[in-house]
């Protein structure tokens, strides 16, 4: 199975900072893409599924470039909430989510 | 309320105990799975369930077994448990195996095997 890569950070910011992570795929058959988000012990969840045409949530950016099998997420205006780990993510083959080992994210006032 | 429910939440055994983890689905999805999670090696895949009786391995399968009898249940089997399978483990849920809306994840159920 192929993997996921991601820089592991940690990424550490000011309050209202604008920050990016990056991540690329290895396989270039995979299916969907998003970005969960993981607090200490706690589960991943959901931060935003990520297309091709780009998309927003909020202060959130995501972005899919299939060609270069590269994924971003671009968090501006960096609130202390926003400390976590973010875990980039490819639905490979439709049996199972491939996980990279995160960034972690740590915002400071 | 939507959410995957799993048992216990935090668990400590002797070497060779048999043990199981349930999860539970309250979502009608299709698709579930188990990760185990362990410092420095991510989310890895040990089991899923394309659907109910239908169960395959993942990456990780040894040491572990499934089933799938009803849509909404997947427990999560350690026959003989070893000091090696003390990690944070994650039962997940889709509605499909493909889908775009990832998955919905349990609170996790944190074992340590001595």
């Known amino acids: 199975r192929k993997e996921v890569e991601q820089d592991p950070g940690p990424f550490n910011v000011p309050e209202g900072a604008t920050v990016a992570f990056n991540c690329t795929y290895s396989?270039?058959?995979?299916?969907?893409f998003f970005w969960y988000r993981q607090d200490c012990r706690k589960e991943p969840k959901l931060l935003m599924s990520?297309?091709?045409s780009g998309n927003e949530d909020g202060r959130f950016t995501a972005q899919l470039n299939r060609a270069s099998q590269y994924i971003s997420l671009l968090i501006r205006d960096s609130k202390l909430s926003d400390s976590a780990t973010y875990l980039c993510v490819v639905n490979q083959a439709g049996t199972a989510l491939i996980f990279g080992k995160g960034t972690t994210l740590s915002v400071s006032s | 309320e939507a959410q995957v429910t799993q048992n216990p939440r935090y668990l400590i055994t002797v070497t060779g105990k048999k043990l199981t983890v349930t999860c539970s689905q309250n979502m009608n999805h299709e698709y579930m799975s188990w990760y185990r999670q362990d410092p420095g090696l991510g989310l890895r895949q040990i089991y899923y369930?394309?659907?109910?009786?239908?169960?395959d391995k993942g990456d990780v399968p040894e040491g572990y077994k499934v089933s799938r009898k009803e849509k909404r249940n997947f427990p999560l089997i350690l026959e003989s448990p070893s000091p090696n399978q003390t990690s944070l483990y994650f039962c997940?849920?889709?509605?499909?195996?493909?889908?775009?809306?990832?998955?919905?994840f349990g609170s996790g159920t944190r074992l340590t095997v001595v």
């Open positions: 396989n270039s058959a995979s299916q969907s």
């Open positions: 990520v297309y091709s």
């Open positions: 369930s394309m659907n109910v009786e239908v169960t």
């Open positions: 997940a849920s889709s509605p499909w195996g493909g889908s775009d809306y990832g998955y919905t």
